[in-house]
């Protein structure tokens, strides 16, 4: 019998971002052509000034459409270089200080350190790393968070 542990325990895919020209736009397609729920949404409306982010759902899949609300922005960058796609696989872990750490420790490289992010909801935690290319897995500890998204 092994001893040995899972240092990176996953207990899901949390949501998968897509950096794209409109993302208000991309958010109808898949609502009409695939049947997903909007979840949730974060834009100029909310306060954010540099990006605006619709979240759909579909029984246990959510994705996020992002768009550059600047455009020189990291994201508009992205979106210019390499057309619409996939920029983050959020994974939903059980701590995600301990997943950046075990993941950093073993040679991964830091995207985002773990960040506490609070709302009248609760608090979520994230980190993040990279991947391959120019992609990101973000850990996302909602273990004290009862919002929406």
Not at 69 to 77: P, R, T
Not at 124 to 141: A, D, K, N
Request: glycine letters at 8%; aromatic letters at 14%.
């Amino acid at each position: 019998m092994s001893d040995l542990k899972d240092f990176l325990p996953i207990d899901g895919t949390d949501y998968v971002e897509f950096y794209v020209g409109n993302a208000k736009q991309a958010a109808y397609y898949y609502q009409s052509a695939f049947g997903f729920q909007p979840l949730a949404y974060r834009g100029l409306e909310t306060g954010d000034k540099e990006k605006c982010s619709y979240v759909l759902v579909q029984n246990k899949i959510r994705f996020m459409f992002t768009t550059a609300l600047n455009s020189h922005s990291e994201i508009s960058e992205h979106v210019k270089k390499h057309g619409d796609g996939i920029k983050v696989i959020a994974l939903w872990v059980p701590d995600a200080t301990k997943s950046f750490e075990e993941t950093v420790k073993r040679g991964a490289q830091p995207y985002i350190e773990p960040v506490v992010e609070k709302d009248e909801f609760g608090e979520v935690v994230r980190s993040g790393i990279h991947t391959y290319g120019e992609t990101i897995h973000i850990f996302v500890e909602r273990k004290n968070y009862n919002g929406v998204f």
